[in-house]
T-cell receptor, first 111, second 113 residues
Framework: QKEVEQNSGPLSVPEGAIASLNCTYS??????FFWYRQYSGKSPELIMS????GDKEDGRFTAQLNKASQYVSLLIRDSQPSDSATYLC???????????FGKGTKLTVNP | DAGVIQSPRHEVTEMGQEVTLRCKPI?????LFWYRQTMMRGLELLIY????????DSGMPEDRFSAKMPNASFSTLKIQPSEPRDSAVYFC???????????FGQGTRLTVV
């Protein structure tokens, strides 16, 4: 199975700071990339999707994709305590609809 | 739409018993995925369907696991016989078009004692 790697953390940032989450993937044929947020005891929910190289911004969130480096990142600006959760990177396997997830990075935003 | 609906939300069973987990996808979604989540292994894809047909079951851990999708509105994941190492949260997720995001159900927390 193709691999998706994330730093497990925990990542701790103060309120108002920028949180930076990173993800690398092994399948060069991957075309779709997603960031999910998962609160403890809850199901994953989609935050961002990105399909082409470059940046994509949505409110306080920016996803960055570099296919040449097989690297995806998520920036959270003006971090809030409510952003404290585990962030999962998901990548589609090339040629299929199979979504492979990283193990997640646990983020804590301290008030 | 109520989203992806899974039942039961919690299941506690004894080793050796049969367990059936259920999923109702979002109407119109053609893809359905079964995932298992544990602390050690994260979210693992077990099997996925397209238009009710199993496409990839390479993640099913062993023959004790089976999944069916008899129609577009319903899927089951069965474990028979269950073992303590099957304890995990099982998620069903569905999506519509190709290259779009998947939406998750609330999950079933399975405990095998």
């Amino acid at each position: 199975q193709k691999e998706v790697e994330q730093n497990s953390g925990p990542l701790s940032v103060p309120e108002g700071a920028i949180a930076s989450l990173n993800c690398t993937y092994s399948d060069r044929g991957s075309q779709s990339f997603f960031w999910y947020r998962q609160y403890s005891g809850k199901s994953p929910e989609l935050i961002m999707s990105i399909y082409s190289n470059g940046d994509k911004e949505d409110g306080r969130f920016t996803a960055q994709l570099n296919k040449a480096s097989q690297y995806v990142s998520l920036l959270i600006r003006d971090s809030q305590p409510s952003d404290s959760a585990t962030y999962l990177c998901a990548v589609s396997e090339g040629g299929s609809e199979k979504l492979v997830f990283g193990k997640g990075t646990k983020l804590t935003v301290n008030p | 739409d109520a989203g992806v609906i899974q039942s039961p939300r919690h299941e506690v069973t004894e080793m050796g018993q049969e367990v059936t987990l259920r999923c109702k996808p979002i109407s119109g979604h053609d893809y359905l995925f079964w995932y298992r989540q544990t602390m050690m292994r994260g979210l693992e894809l077990l099997i996925y369907f397209n238009n009710n047909v199993p496409i990839d079951d390479s993640g099913m851990p062993e023959d004790r696991f089976s999944a069916k999708m008899p129609n577009a509105s319903f899927s089951t994941l069965k474990i028979q016989p269950s073992e303590p190492r099957d304890s995990a949260v099982y998620f069903c997720a569905t999506k519509g078009l190709r290259n779009t995001e998947a939406f998750f159900g609330q999950g079933t927390r399975l405990t095998v004692v």
